[in-house]
T-cell receptor, first 113, second 117 residues
């Protein structure tokens, strides 16, 4: 699975959009970009994933560059409850790859009042 | 609530002992994954089972073993415990293997916190 690079930490003001970048320059054509978050010692929570196109759900938007070498997770109106560690993960879709997620260090997002 | 149940939530034991952590996946999920999270190592993938068979292995020590039973629940056995085994152990489940037309989301339990004294 391709390696990802994320900033160690970020701050965001409550009510503003939080834009979390991720670099995955070695991503291959059959690999998806997944985002998970972990709120202090709780189990990681799925946010969103995508392959090529931008995606949006009730939690967030995912913007993937045309060359797929980087992506941005957008939380449109961050709240204090969004304070968490956010993980960007590249994951193979090939059957025999098993589907496991390999977590990096993630970005610690602090939403401040 | 992810639907994944882990027991016990907390466990305190001594070095050299053996413990068993249990995981009940979401109803219908065939894949179970185990992860270890310690302060200095982050989330480390240990092992995955799919429908009773080992599917992928990560950084799992030889002192650790796991299995998935016919009813799809899984157990992680940790033996000859050392201080460094103190960590949060997470179980996750997913419907099937990636690439089978399923989103492949992993749903994580709330973890079992193991403290080795």
């Amino acid at each position: 699975d391709a390696k990802t690079t994320q900033p160690t930490s970020m701050d965001c003001a409550e009510g503003r959009a939080a834009n979390l970048p991720c670099n995955h320059s070695t991503i291959s054509g059959n690999e998806y970009v997944y985002w998970y978050r972990q709120i202090h010692s709780q189990g990681p929570q799925y946010i969103i994933h995508g392959l090529k196109n931008n995606e949006t759900n009730e939690m967030a938007s995912l913007i993937i560059t045309e060359d797929r070498k980087s992506s941005t997770l957008i939380l449109p109106h961050a709240t204090l409850r969004d304070t968490a560690v956010y993980y960007c993960i590249v994951r193979s879709s090939i059957y025999n790859q098993g589907g496991k997620l390999i977590f990096g260090q993630g970005t610690e997002l602090s939403v401040k009042p | 609530d992810s639907g994944v149940t882990q027991t016990p939530k907390h466990l305190i034991t001594a070095t050299g002992q053996r413990v068993t952590l249990r995981c009940s996946p979401r109803s219908g999920d065939l894949s179970v994954y185990w992860y270890q999270q310690s302060l200095d190592q982050g989330l480390q993938f240990l092992i995955q089972y799919y429908n009773g068979e080992e599917r992928a292995k990560g950084n799992i020590l030889e002192r650790f073993s796991a299995q998935q039973f016919p009813d799809l629940h899984s157990e992680l056995n940790l033996s000859s415990l050392e201080l460094g085994d103190s960590a949060l152990y997470f179980c996750a489940s997913s419907v099937a293997l990636a690439g089978q037309g399923i989103t492949g989301e992993l749903f994580f339990g709330e973890g079992s916190r193991l403290t080795v004294l």
